[in-house]
């Protein structure tokens, strides 16, 4: 008989300033962007849900918390320069000791993502409250299981290529924006034993986190890219020989 499902532990971390600071903003997501996803991912079940924002020591994300998790979402957006080194580097190592990290929006200027891609994550964006079409390209594929062919935002932030990411090993979708940009907004990255999933829409004055086929893509990114195993990629062993050879044991000069 095969196992029950697991459960899988998803932190998600906010910054958690345009709710507090804006009107607008916290009329949309009164519990906080992250309070609107956490309800997504417990509506599905099958989830243990915590949060975590800026402001709490160690912004939330300590590495022994980070340890318990099995997939961290990352929405941040004006205060990227406020994450610690230290905190961004747990992120990056727990990644690639196999914990899946979501990054949503503006998330592609973060420093955990930009550490582990490599690259700056720099692209043309605009606010103009422009309609927004997601281009399914992989109906076959865990994140998309069950989203139409096309998703329509009727207001959103445009962003444009050229996205200065590396090639995505697996790109889900391609939006279009009325004002003529096309964007690669669904990508995956394996780094390491972990995932990286980056998921373009969820400016912070658009309801986009109350969209169904958003909050579907959201959940199923974060089961999909949740660890598979955990394991310390920094070891790197002195490794005894299987069969015979020819000076086992031989000194190794530095
Ligand atoms: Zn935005």
Same mark, same amino acid.
Not at 106 to 109: K, R
Not at 202 to 211: A, F, K
């Given at each position: 008989m095969p196992d029950a499902p697991r459960t899988v532990r998803v932190l998600i971390w906010n910054e958690h300033l345009h709710e507090v600071e804006n009107e607008t903003v916290r009329a949309l997501y009164p519990a906080g962007i992250h309070g609107a996803l956490a309800e997504a991912f417990e509506e599905v079940g099958g989830f243990e849900v915590g949060t975590a924002t800026l402001n709490e020591p160690d912004h939330g994300i300590t590495p022994a918390r980070l340890q318990e998790t099995d997939v961290l979402l990352w929405w941040g957006h004006k205060a990227h320069d406020r994450v610690s080194d230290a905190a961004a580097e747990a992120v990056q190592e727990a990644v690639l000791s196999g914990m899946g990290l979501v990054v949503l929006h503006? &998330? $592609?200027?973060s420093k955990p993502f930009r550490r582990l891609l490599g690259t700056h994550g720099s692209l043309r964006w605009r606010e103009a409250d422009e309609k927004e079409r997601l281009w399914n390209l992989r109906p076959d594929h865990p994140i998309l299981e069950g989203v139409p062919d096309q998703v329509t935002l009727e207001q959103e932030e445009m962003y444009g290529e050229r996205f200065d990411v590396p090639d995505p090993d697996e790109l889900l979708m391609i939006s279009w924006f009325q004002g003529g940009e096309v964007f690669r907004s669904l990508c995956t990255w394996q780094r390491g034993y972990g995932s990286v999933v980056y998921f373009r829409p &969820? $400016?912070? +004055? !658009?309801? +986009? !986190? #109350? #969209?169904p086929d958003v909050r579907r893509i959201v959940v199923q990114a974060g089961r999909w890219a949740a660890a598979r195993l955990r394991r310390d990629a920094r070891d790197s062993p002195n490794a005894d020989a299987l069969e015979p050879v020819p000076n086992p044991g031989k000194e190794h000069i530095l």
């Open positions: 503006s &998330g $592609h200027l &969820g $400016h912070e +004055t !658009y309801p +986009t !986190y #109350h #969209h």
